[in-house]
């Protein structure tokens, strides 16, 4: 699928990232959706998906914390900071029972962080719904962000306002 060819200042990513330690089929994530390889998701043209200056949101778990900063310098991103988002309740894992993912952000050329007044903690508390669901975010990206183009990538459903990427959105 070909990526859009307008520029955004603001990329909301959450990559179907690849495992390759189930050991059971029943766990494997591609029974969810479908995933992609670390190097087919680090060759997304994504640095011509964006304006000079801009900021992205990464999704990651715990265990793909390098592979995530490895796709974010892949993209053109320097990485800033992160948020937490605490599930509220226990998940799978193989060292540790995963009850967070995380949230990378980076920017490329100039760009503010939010204003103070819109910053929100950097732990989001939210029980976790359906497998890969994610918390919405994309109220608080408007007001942190407002003058900016949006897209999400690997989108599940479209939202207002926001352009969308993703092979779900397309087949709902």
């Keep these: 699928m070909k990526l859009p060819e307008e520029k955004f200042g603001l990329v909301y990513a959450d990559p179907p990232w690849r495992y390759s330690f189930s050991k059971s089929k029943s766990r494997k994530v591609e029974n969810q959706y479908?995933?992609?390889?670390?190097?087919?998701?680090k060759a997304l043209n994504i640095q011509g998906l964006c304006k000079k200056n801009a900021v992205l949101y990464l999704w990651a778990t715990a265990p793909k914390i390098i592979e995530c900063l490895d796709v974010m310098k892949a993209w053109g991103f320097t990485y800033k900071t992160q948020?937490?988002?605490?599930?509220?309740?226990?998940?799978?894992?193989?060292?540790?029972?995963?009850?967070h993912e995380i949230i990378l952000i980076g920017t490329?050329?100039?760009?503010?962080?939010?204003?103070?007044?819109?910053?929100?903690p950097s732990v989001i508390t939210e029980k976790r719904g359906r497998h890969s669901a994610k918390p919405k975010m994309h109220s608080y990206f408007d007001l942190a962000h407002p003058d900016m183009k949006k897209i999400e990538l690997f989108a599940r459903s479209k939202?207002?306002?926001?352009?969308?990427w993703g092979n779900e959105v397309l087949t709902k």
């Design 83 to 99: 948020m937490i988002w605490d599930k509220v309740n226990i998940g799978m894992g193989y060292w540790a029972r995963g009850r």
């Design 159 to 164: 939202v207002a306002g926001w352009s969308c």
């Design 34 to 41: 479908q995933t992609m390889s670390l190097e087919d998701i």
């Design 108 to 120: 490329r050329g100039k760009v503010p962080p939010p204003a103070q007044s819109v910053r929100i």
